[in-house]
């Protein structure tokens, strides 16, 4: 098994490189785990920085791993230097995990958009696919469009909640609540079990101002303690369920065709603007434009016409 | 006034033509009539069939015009046919308002999309601003991406809504709370008085889980009922205090700063887009390269390389 996860870590190692000729060798090894790919569950997992997600990773991840599971953690961090992700980097807080026979974490890449880390860690999940992985978790800090990106390659999507004083659902990122398929509110434990059970039928009550899903599952909310181990099963339980539903309904398997089809589109959409804004006489009339547009001496529309001219 | 308003409709008509040699006319019209825009209050007018909205903007552009402003009532509906608009079609509806002296009432431009007729809506609202109308109501029949589009070419986004049985919140279109400026529950007489105002705390409630906006402005819910005339000045109000706090603290003109950016953007992004994609050899290749990323032969990535590349 360690062998195994040596040949997976310099694999992706290899997607993860900028080199042309790796990318090329990259490309070539990826296309060929592909029938090897997508038999598992992709999980994401998001959460603001201090709620706890390396401590909930690293116990749910144990016990995913103890029952047989073969569970890979991934990171999207858009953040992420070129030295490497700054999001799962401190793999202390996973002790039990990085051990784990079971189990294998891969920091995030960097790159230089969120595109290019997207990019990467949808490669490297068909890598790790293939390797016999069942278990995905990915995780994000949720900085920008980070969670979307992270929404938009799995099949589960978990935020991550603390129960706090008063109004739980302040400050909750736009967008988010609507991706969820479950909220579950980590360290209910101790003073903070009241305060938990209470956030809990406040964002039941708000999940339920939502229409319903497509996937025809119902978003829940649980509690868990990351730290007492408490509540983890429960989890685990709930995306088995999930996982039966959208099975049985179809939804999963056209959320994964779905999922290809953005991709596709999104990557072709990202390098046709990109060719065309990174074009140096463009990017200097651009300017101009938006300078004349603001003066009001053209409109948006004219303004867009005489730089399309110039491509 | 009446002359006013007939050249108005022409140059409009002259907008709305798809005829080449029209196109380049209108563009240059436009031009001229920028330096005499931008002099007005832009709203948003949202709503399901059935709640309300011509009658609301029968009673309230009419109490507008009344006070002395020139109202001009325009639409976006990307389901209207080349036959004319689909909704403020039926002006019978705003019998008092289409004779008015201040007032002038245009139908959705057609288009074979909601680009082109946002392009056309953003174009005659130029238009109407040089011609001195001051006070600018944009209605949208909410299909689609049509509410996002009218609200990115207004400053005041307005949801119309019922008071129903139940559950006022279910049904609500994804994204359109966070959109509105306010919520208007329209028919709030009679016996539906009650209910109204039971929907009112309802709605004020959910608005407050929603994060503070940009504008500075917290978002209101108030009752109307347009048969009744009751409720319309304090909207006007309410507008006219929003149009006082997004001035103080600049907003206003930050907005429509970026609503211009986003224009110009826009309209060269959905043009590379057009470009590509109706490229008859791509137009058959993506289909062949869906099917080989949908039968796991080809991921995502390598199909969108491999297209831009006969690009």
Redesign the interface.
Known sequence: MERDQAAVSRAITLIESNQHQHQEKA?LL??KC??F??KSIRIGITGVPGVGKSTFIESFGTHLADAGKRVAVLAVDPTSTVSGGSILGDKTRMETLVNHKNAFIRPSPSGDSLGGVA?KT??TI?LCEAAGFDTLLIETVGVGQSETTVHSMTDFFLLLKLAGAGDE??????GIM?MADAIVINKADGENKKPAEKARSEFRR?LH???PKESGWSPNVLLCSALDHTGIEDIWKMITEFETTVKENKHFYHKR?QQ??????Q???E???SR?YNNPEIKKELQN??DA??K??????????Y??SMD
């Open positions: 490309g990826v296309e592909l029938p790919a997508n990019k949808r490669e068909i659902l302040q400050g909750i990122k736009r609507e708000a101002l939502y229409p065709r290809n089809r953005f991709w596709l589109l990557t072709i959409n390098h046709l603007k065309f434009q938006m547009v603001e009001n001496e053209t409109t948006p529309f004219a303004a867009a016409n730089l399309l």
